[in-house]
């Protein structure tokens, strides 16, 4: 079968090679931080505090997310330990970088005197965002792809045929799991906006709760049609981690709204930078 494969490689300037995986990833940033730049100064937050926090936050995610995935590797890593350092031969995961930037971000938030909860509703869209687009750099690597499937089963989701020719892999058709969670993730995106722009029915914190929420449940699904999973024993790792999120982030939901003492997501309205000292 003759099919049109993505060249996954954007451009090659004598030894050094910039992929698509690499652009796709740099943009999906670039537009959350974007995003998050112009949502903080309507919350009381400054600018400059966003560039630090990203300035912080990127390199130890891109940290974070490869430590997660060497750890569930090891046995490979071990044998060749000069490839841990080699990013660009591929294996980061999401959510060790999501892990890492959220422990940086509680440092951040402390030092500066800044409310946590509410830069992680600012940051919360942005990081949607940067896993909606990200997923399609996985797309141009042909990774992070599911089972074997048909043709037509692909064409009965009416992709355009680019989609359906990338996802031939190794001689068979392919489940398109990062369209899938690219998907879920923008119906998430969605969402989130939505609940911005009510802000009256909500507290501050629980935009990233809710996101928190939304994106382990689809994760946990999409991640059980995965052929690439990282596993720990004869468990999915990304499907255990979604779930103690998920009921985590349930409980802290619902006990901030019992004690009722959570801020409102306005609080500090009018006020200029209530938040610094």
């Known amino acids: 079968m003759s099919l049109l494969v993505l060249n996954p490689i954007f451009l090659k300037l004598g030894s050094v090679t910039i992929r698509w ?8 940033a670039a537009i959350g931080v974007w995003m998050a730049l112009k949502e903080a100064p309507k919350r009381q937050i400054m600018a400059d505090d966003i560039i630090d926090l990203v300035l912080w936050g990127v390199p130890f995610a891109l940290l974070g997310a490869r430590i997660y995935y060497v750890i569930f590797q090891w046995p490979f ?12 031969h591929g294996g980061i995961a999401i959510y060790g970088g999501l892990l890492a930037a959220l422990v940086v971000t509680i440092v951040f938030t402390y030092k500066r005197h800044l409310p946590l909860w509410l830069i992680l509703d600012i940051a919360a869209p942005s990081l949607l965002i940067g896993q909606i687009v990200g997923r399609w750099g996985n797309f141009m690597n042909q990774e992070a792809y599911g089972g074997i499937t048909s043709a037509h089963f692909l064409q009965s989701l009416q992709l355009p045929n680019f989609v359906i020719q990338q996802m031939y892999i190794n001689g068979h058709f392919r489940q398109p799991t990062f369209l899938y969670e690219s998907a879920w993730n923008l119906l998430g995106l969605i969402l989130l906006l939505f609940l911005r722009h009510h802000p009256h029915l909500f507290k501050q914190g629980e935009i990233f709760l809710s996101y928190i929420l939304w994106y382990s449940c689809g994760r946990f699904f999409v991640e059980g049609l995965r052929t690439d999973s990282l596993y720990w024993g004869p468990w999915r790792v990304s499907q255990m981690l979604s779930v103690i999120l998920f009921v985590t982030a349930a409980i802290i939901f619902i006990y901030r709204r019992k004690r009722d003492q959570v801020p409102d997501y306005l609080a500090g309205s009018g006020l200029k930078y209530p938040y610094h000292h």
């Open 77 to 88: 890593y071990a044998q060749y330990p000069g490839e841990i350092i080699k990013i660009w």
């Open 21 to 28: 995986y690499g652009i796709l990833i740099a943009a999906g």
